[in-house]
C-alpha cells in the first residue's frame, strides 16, 4: 500500500505543471514574415522577424532591427508575403463531444461509445484544432465523460499526443431533471451528461471533488426551457436557487477557480450575474440591462454565434428566434464595450467544422477584423488569466505563432486557411 501512496503523491507536481508544453525541441528560430498582427497593437506591422529560443520568444520587431542579433544556430523560417498573428484561443469547446443538433445525436455519443472510445475522437479532434491554428482552449465540460478532459490535457503537456494548451472544467453542474439524459423510463438509470447536485452542501462537495481532481473552471447550466416572453425577451428557467449559486460561485473562487455559466434566456443571465460568475456562455438573451451589469461586473461573454446558426434549422422552435436575438445583443454589447471573448461550441457542432468560422459571424455582426483577432488571441488569453503566458507575439511569451498567406484584415475567413503553426517554439504545420 504505501509505494502506491508514494507514487502518487510525486505524480501530483506533474499535473499541476501540466500547463507547461514539454515538446519545445530547445532548437532557435527567426521566423520572418511580411506582415504581423501581435494580437495588441491595433496597426498591423510590415517587415517583421521573431526570434524564438526554446518554448519562448525572445525578440520581436522590424526585421532589419532584430536580425542584427540572431542567436548562433538559429534556423530561418522565411513565411514570405504572409500574415503572422498569435495562436488562436478558443474558450468554449467540447472535445467530448462530436456535435449534437438533436437529443438523438447526443444520447447516441453517450449510450453507444465508451469513455475511451469518445478519448480518442477527442485526440482526433484536439489534432484538428491545433491544425486550424487553435494553440489553447478552454474545454467547458465533458458531457459525461467524467475527468477524461484532465486526461487529454496531461497527454497533450507530455507531448502524448499533438493539441492545443487545454483549461478544462471537467463535469459541468445542473440540478436534478434539468439536464439530458432524460425522457427515458424510469426503471432504467441513464447515464448523466452532467454532474448532478441539489442543494448547497452537495455543491460545495461536487466543486471540492472537480477542483481536486483537476478542473481548472467550474461550469454550470444556469437555464433552459427558453421562450419568447410578452416582454419580448428571450426568457427562461433557472435551474439552480440562488442560495445554490452563491455556494458554487463562493466555493470555486476560494479554491481558486473562475466560473463559467452557460445562460441564454434572461433569466438564466440574471441568476448567473446575481452569484457573481465570470463568464457568460451563449448569453442570446441579453438586454441592455444585462449588458450594463456585465461591464459594471467585469465579466467576460463568449457569444457561440456559429453553433447557434448552425443547429437552429435542426432544432427549429426557439433557436431561429435565439439566432436573431443574439445578433441584436451583440450589436448592443459592442457599443458598451462588454469584453467579448472569442468561443464557439465547436463539439456542439462537428469538428470537421473549421472552429475559425465564428470570426465572419463577429465581423457581420459588427466587430471589427482587428478586435476579433484580439478576442481570440489577447482578450481570450485575460479571461484565462494568461496574459504573461499567451495571447500576443511578445518577447517572454509562449512562442505560440500562426501565419496565414492572405490579408485577414481584408478577409476575415483567411482565419479557416492557417499555413504554419507552431506551439512552444515547436513547429505543427508549415
Ligand atoms: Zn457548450
Known amino acids: 500500500m504505501a509505494p502506491r501512496a508514494l507514487t502518487l503523491l510525486f505524480a501530483l507536481p506533474l499535473m499541476a505543471a501540466a500547463q507547461t508544453p514539454t515538446q519545445s ?45 540572431i542567436p548562433a544556430g538559429a534556423q530561418i523560417i522565411d513565411l514570405g508575403g504572409a500574415t503572422i498573428l498569435p495562436g488562436l484561443i478558443d474558450n468554449h469547446t467540447h472535445v467530448l463531444l462530436q456535435g449534437d443538433i438533436t437529443s438523438a445525436d447526443y444520447d447516441e455519443q453517450l449510450l453507444k461509445e465508451s469513455t475511451p ?82 442543494g448547497p452542501e452537495e455543491i460545495r462537495k461536487a466543486v471540492r471533488e472537480e477542483a481536486k481532481y483537476g478542473a481548472d473552471w467550474i461550469k454550470f447550466y444556469a437555464d433552459r426551457r427558453y421562450y419568447i416572453g410578452a416582454d419580448g425577451r428571450l426568457r427562461s428557467w433557472v435551474n439552480f436557487t440562488d442560495e445554490e449559486l452563491k455556494m458554487l460561485v463562493s466555493e470555486a473562487h476560494r479554491l481558486g477557480k473562475k466560473v463559467a455559466a452557460h445562460a441564454m434566456g434572461w433569466d438564466g443571465i440574471d441568476a448567473a450575474l446575481r452569484a457573481g460568475v465570470n463568464t457568460i456562455e451563449h448569453g442570446d438573451g441579453l438586454t441592455d440591462d444585462l449588458l450594463d451589469r456585465m461591464v459594471a461586473q467585469n465579466v467576460y461573454w463568449c457569444p457561440t454565434i456559429f453553433v447557434g446558426v448552425y443547429v437552429a434549422p435542426g432544432r427549429g422552435g426557439i433557436w431561429p428566434k435565439a439566432v436573431d436575438l443574439e445578433r441584436v445583443a451583440f450589436g448592443k454589447a459592442l457599443k458598451k464595450g462588454v469584453m467579448i471573448s472569442y468561443g464557439t461550441d465547436v463539439g456542439g457542432y462537428a469538428w470537421t467544422e473549421n472552429q475559425a468560422q465564428e470570426f465572419a459571424y463577429m465581423v457581420r455582426y459588427g466587430m471589427s477584423p482587428m478586435a476579433a483577432i484580439k478576442s481570440a488571441t489577447s482578450v481570450a488569453a485575460q479571461l484565462l488569466d ?45
Do not use: C
Open 386 to 430: 494568461q496574459s504573461d503566458n499567451f495571447g500576443t507575439i511578445e518577447a517572454g511569451k509562449f512562442a505560440d505563432i500562426i501565419a496565414v498567406k492572405g490579408d485577414p484584415i481584408a478577409d476575415i475567413s483567411e482565419l479557416t486557411r492557417v499555413s504554419f503553426v507552431m506551439k512552444g517554439g515547436a513547429i505543427y504545420k508549415q
Open 117 to 198: 472510445y469518445r478519448a480518442i475522437r477527442a485526440t482526433a479532434a484536439l489534432r484538428i484544432a491545433l491544425m486550424n491554428g487553435f494553440t489553447a482552449i478552454r474545454d467547458v465540460e465533458t458531457e459525461g465523460a467524467m475527468y477524461a478532459d484532465v486526461d487529454l490535457k496531461t497527454a497533450i503537456a507530455r507531448g502524448v499526443i499533438p493539441g492545443p494548451r487545454m483549461f478544462v472544467s471537467t463535469r459541468a453542474m445542473s440540478t436534478t431533471g434539468t439536464y439530458p439524459l432524460l425522457g427515458y423510463s424510469w426503471e432504467l438509470k441513464m447515464p448523466e451528461g452532467v454532474q448532478i447536485v441539489d
Open 25 to 69: 525541441t530547445g532548437r532557435s528560430y527567426v521566423i520572418r514574415a511580411a506582415h504581423m498582427i501581435d494580437g495588441r497593437s491595433d496597426a498591423v506591422q510590415n517587415d517583421v522577424a521573431v526570434v524564438v529560443q526554446g518554448e519562448r520568444i525572445v525578440a520581436v520587431g522590424p526585421r532589419a532591427q532584430v536580425e542584427a542579433r
